[in-house]
């Protein structure tokens, strides 16, 4: 190919991906003022800003609002690939997206290989949910995560000791939580889902009694989510365009894929970083004996998902499930 085609070993040979192809070949010779926003939502959803491989409430929120306020906009595809993670973060999003929806233009949500937990909170609100066969979606459920270090602690004879005068109080890192602390964050969890599965029934249209029958983490294909009221229908990436330009009315439009552009600084960073990586080759698997190599990927993938519990409330919504490789 790079014979054929030109390019070199580093960067393999010149092409163009599908889909920037397609935009191009299918944009009208008339210039049209209609968009379809497109925002891919990929990876763990994780409170604030997040940039690279996650999904930021605020940053991914700020995305819809810009398309939201853009006139030529009109209607959102959301592509969905994602496991969860935090409740607050998952709801700044579908917030915006209700927001979107009130202005009379449509979301349609395209769900890729996964879109479970927080994925599927992100996407209940669209007018339409498509996903692929074996999409794994659903996994209605909620959790909490308060990360303590007092056990680990009091192996080495580390103790932490005080008075207090409220039920909450002496809850830390060191102490753990009391049983004031744990009945209360047992009432957030049960309100939480709750309102999950409130809002499954009242944006799906289906029976309260229905979503507990389908809801409690239980995971589901695409094809037996469509069978279950949780998904409109089986579809691809292009089909959701399509469904979009139909619900919206338009007959000629062009795609505006909206991505959080880098700071300059960041750019840097990454490039520079990249630049590293590759002339250097650093492999921290190559530093070490064949033996604790293992246990060293183990460590490196619990302190990767630890890193995505940053909700501010500690309320999650994640299909551990999904996580398995």
């Excluded at 010779?29 to 996650?54: R, Y």
């Excluded at 959301?78 to 233009?105: C, H, Q, W, Y």
């Excluded at 530093?287 to 519990?309: C, G, I, N, R, T």
């Amino acid at each position: 190919m790079i014979e054929a085609f030109g390019g070199d070993e580093e960067h393999g040979f010149k092409a163009v991906d599908y889909y920037t192809y397609k935009d191009q070949i299918t944009k009208p010779t008339v210039q049209s003022d209609n968009e379809i926003a497109v925002i891919v939502a990929s990876g763990a959803i994780m409170d604030g800003k997040q940039q690279g491989s996650s999904i930021g409430g605020d940053t991914t929120a700020a995305l819809i609002r810009k398309a939201r306020l853009d006139d030529k906009v009109k209607a959102l595809v959301l592509r969905v690939d994602s496991p969860g993670g935090s409740a607050f973060a998952s709801e700044v999003i579908r917030n915006e997206i209700m927001a979107f929806k009130a202005t009379n233009r449509p979301v349609v949500v395209s769900m890729s290989s996964l879109a479970a937990s927080g994925g599927y909170w992100i996407s209940m609100s669209a007018d339409e949910i498509l996903a692929q066969p074996t999409t794994l979606t659903g996994s209605i459920g909620i959790f909490s995560v308060i990360t303590t270090f007092e056990k680990g602690l009091n192996k080495y004879g580390v103790y932490s000791d005080g008075l207090g005068t409220s039920p909450l109080s002496g809850v830390g890192l060191t102490s753990g939580l009391n049983e004031g602390a744990k009945r209360a964050m047992q009432l957030g969890i049960e309100n939480g889902y709750r309102r999950f599965t409130g809002l499954v029934a009242e944006n799906r249209h289906l029976d309260p009694k229905a979503v507990e029958s389908i809801a409690e983490g239980r995971v589901w294909t695409g094809q037996d989510a469509v069978e279950r009221g949780l998904v409109d229908s089986i579809g691809d990436f292009d089909d959701a365009i399509v469904r979009a330009a139909s619900l919206a009315k338009i007959d000629t439009y062009s795609l505006n894929w909206l991505q959080k552009s880098l700071t300059p600084a960041q750019q840097f960073l990454q490039d520079f970083s990249k630049r590293i990586s590759v002339s250097l080759g650093v492999d921290i698997n190559t530093w070490l004996p064949s033996s604790l190599v293992p246990l060293a990927s183990k460590v490196q993938q619990d302190l990767s998902l630890m890193s995505e519990f940053n909700d501010p409330k500690g309320y999650y919504t994640l299909c551990l499930p999904c996580q398995v490789e």
